[in-house]
């Protein structure tokens, strides 16, 4: 009996601990001392060195995001687009005109520790609705200068919204790159990146992406090559500014021609290798260089002895439709090719469309198939080498020309040795 009555007692005393265990409050371990974290959304990795694209919508529909972070009771969101504050809290819904966009979130806690997310926000136009966005180097301008937008429906267009100032259009056209209209731009500018808004007769406001502003002569074209006491061309803007040019070490002052779009000299007897170019503008501010998507006050070019068969910036995306000129490379002359020998080394200088999803080369003939080469894919700007025999030399004649082909690239420069 006795033994009976002490088992009850331990069964009653096991009971009411466990109700006891089950009345207990959780109790939280997090503290603002901890480190914050974004748990959710996960942005996708960076792809060529460029955020991702976290957020792709249409111009009817707002740009929307709800942030999960840690520890949340200590822990403040901050959302910045192309860089500007935008709102605080953790969750956005914002109205985009069209366009790319950089996306920056940061989490902060009360004791002042901090973790941030970036990524690209692409806001698509809706049909019928003007747009516009890079097509070449267009999107460098200088203030009180006169700057051009290619784009789609832009006869619609009657004026531009820059740094919170509306300029009108003051001509329309079309060109190889596509149709365009022209503006001026405001002179009080300062100096950096706007963002951009097409305008129509009733006041709509329509995306038009990114534009920077300089004050100084720029080169974008034509500097990475040169060959020695040959004619040398560069593009650019502002370049009747330009005073004089170092050609490693050596000053030039003289030139063939000069205008605002171009400079043109005599390339200084040179052995074939890698030299620095330099410029002076005649206030004295140093010439910039727009090399793989940054501004560079000096650059390494190549001396060279090959032979120039053709130079520019033609973009290429066999995405493009049948007809659009920039489906393909074609601009070798056939001509051209009656002259060069089996053996002879052809090198194609491309730079890479960096929004573009991906980047692969391929050189062809004008009726494609057969291709001469595997699909070439390319992270960055450089230089492919491809050799001319006797059979591709014979293919190019027979089938009408050379070409190049693939997506998300320029063909700036092609020559032979």
Request: hydrophobic share 35%.
């Amino acid at each position: 009996m006795k033994k009976i009555y002490l088992m009850l007692m331990a069964f009653v005393a096991v009971s009411l601990l466990g109700v006891s265990c089950k009345e207990d409050e959780p109790f939280s371990t997090i503290t603002e001392d901890d480190y914050p974290k974004i748990l959710d959304p996960v942005f996708p990795d960076w792809v060529d060195g460029e955020p991702a694209v976290v957020s792709q919508i249409t111009h009817d529909a707002n740009f929307t995001m709800k942030l999960t972070v840690t520890p949340s009771d200590y822990t403040e969101v901050t959302w910045l687009i192309d860089g500007v504050e935008v709102q605080k809290g953790n969750e956005i819904d914002i109205p985009l005109e069209a366009g790319t966009y950089s996306l920056k979130v940061v989490a902060t806690t009360t004791k002042g520790q901090s973790t941030s997310r970036e990524g690209k926000i692409v806001v698509s136009p809706l049909q019928g609705e003007p747009w516009s966005e890079a097509v070449g180097f267009e999107r460098i301008v200088s203030n009180g200068a006169r700057a051009r937008l290619y784009g789609n429906n832009l006869s619609l267009v009657t004026g531009v919204v820059i740094g919170e100032q509306t300029v009108p259009i003051v001509s329309m056209g079309s060109s190889d790159l596509g149709n365009y209209v022209e503006y001026e731009v405001p002179s009080n500018l300062e100096v950096g990146e706007y963002r951009i808004s097409l305008v129509d007769v009733e006041g709509n406001s329509y995306g038009g992406n990114l534009v920077t502003v300089v004050n100084v002569p720029v080169i974008t074209g034509g500097f990475a090559h040169a060959t020695s006491h040959s004619e040398w061309v560069m593009t650019g803007i502002g370049l009747d500014k330009i005073a004089s040019l170092s050609i490693n070490g050596t000053t030039v002052t003289e030139f063939i021609r000069q205008s605002y779009y171009e400079i043109v000299l005599t390339c200084p007897e040179l052995e074939d290798g890698m030299y620095v170019l330099k410029g002076e503008s005649d206030n004295g501010a140093e010439v910039l260089f727009y090399s793989s998507q940054k501004m560079e006050s000096e650059i390494s070019f190549a001396v060279s002895s090959e032979t120039l068969l053709w130079e520019g910036h033609h973009y290429v995306s066999w995405d493009l439709p049948d007809g659009d000129p920039h489906k393909t490379f074609n601009l070798i002359p056939l001509e051209a090719f009656e002259s060069i020998y089996p053996g002879t080394t052809m090198y194609v200088s491309y730079s890479i469309k960096a929004d573009d999803e991906y980047h692969q080369i391929r050189l062809t003939h004008a009726a494609w198939e057969p291709y001469f080469t595997d699909p070439i894919d390319v992270q960055e700007d450089g230089v492919y080498e491809f050799v001319l025999t006797q059979e591709i030399l014979n293919t190019i004649k027979e089938k009408g020309g050379f070409i190049c082909v693939g997506h998300g690239y320029y063909v700036d420069r092609i020559t032979i040795k």
